[in-house]
């Protein structure tokens, strides 16, 4: 989509401000440990030297050199610590700003890859009932966290029996219907009997699977059930009418929560509060959008 509406173009803007924003405070404690760490090699190489201190940093007046000579360590050892906090904000602040950077690319990747027929309107606005924002924020996050856990869950559970009979059926089908058995003889020529596959000159050789499919489909069924050991889960298997309905209620279920999760977050930033919007977050959700195609609109 070349022209998105305004809404998203500013939407758009603020998330990338967002990420300029956070991009540069996480460079302030890398600055501020590598001026330390000039301030650092400054005192050690007076001391070293015999210079008396002078001049700048300013920070260092006042400590003469008798002072750095005998106590070096002990006045290098606060900036090192100092240091070593400034690397772990750094490094704290830095995760917080490849978030919302990724939060940005997301959503602008999104909305540039929709077909250009797209329709895009604001999503219902979200109604929060609590002045806890930062409460039910998180307990949101927990439940879209069990959501996906329950997603995996339910993408790994065991099919029915049924529904494994129904595919073992359908794969002895195709196995027979891809091995066709040529006769040919003419004259006083022998019989020749080839058999032949998709793609493949007819051989004499025939593909031992798809024939004994073909010929025996009944049997090799029998026999491929009775390899099957998925009945071990059977408590927990679902059909596959099943899975699909879960899934689709699951995912439902997602896009309600993370729309919650983009109100909690849009009103914390509005009153000033600290807080970061999760790597993976639906941009759908955030850009708060719903995406209409032209061929939904027909059908409709």
């Not at 024939?211 to 408590?235: M, T």
Request: charged share 25%; aromatic share 4%; hydrophobic share 40%.
């Amino acid at each position: 989509m070349q022209n998105p509406p305004s809404f998203v173009t500013q939407k758009l803007a603020s998330l990338e401000g967002i990420a300029a924003e956070l991009r540069g405070a996480a460079e302030q404690p890398m600055r501020r440990a590598n001026l330390l760490r000039t301030q650092i090699g400054v005192l050690r190489q007076r001391a070293q030297s015999g210079q008396a201190l002078a001049g700048p940093p300013a920070a260092l007046c006042g400590v003469d050199k008798h002072t750095l000579d005998q106590n070096l360590r002990a006045i290098t050892a606060p900036l090192e610590a100092e240091i070593a906090g400034c690397v772990i904000e750094g490094k704290q602040r830095s995760d917080i700003a490849d978030d919302a950077e990724q939060v940005y690319f997301t959503c602008r990747d999104y909305i540039h890859t929709l077909p250009a027929w797209t329709t895009l309107t604001p999503a219902k606005a979200v109604i929060l009932d609590t002045d806890d924002l930062k409460h039910l924020l998180y307990a949101t996050r927990l439940n879209i966290e069990a959501n996906t856990d329950e997603t995996k869950r339910v993408n790994k559970a065991t099919l029915a029996f049924a529904d494994i009979e129904e595919k073992i059926t359908e794969f002895v089908s195709k196995q027979a219907a891809s091995q066709a058995i040529v006769v040919h003889q003419r004259g006083k020529a022998p019989l020749e009997v080839l058999f032949s596959r998709a793609m493949y000159q007819p051989t004499s050789q025939p593909d031992t699977l798809a024939l004994l499919c073909r010929l025996i489909p009944e049997q090799v069924k029998a026999a491929i059930l009775d390899s099957y050991d998925g009945g071990q889960d059977a408590d927990n298997s679902l059909s596959i009418a099943e899975r699909d309905q879960r899934l689709a209620a699951l995912a439902d279920q997602l896009a309600e929560l993370e729309r919650t999760e983009e109100a909690c977050v849009a009103a914390m930033l509005d009153a000033g509060q600290k807080v970061s919007r999760r790597r993976f977050a639906s941009p759908q959700a955030i850009l708060q959008v719903v995406a209409t195609s032209a061929r939904a609109k027909l059908a409709a």
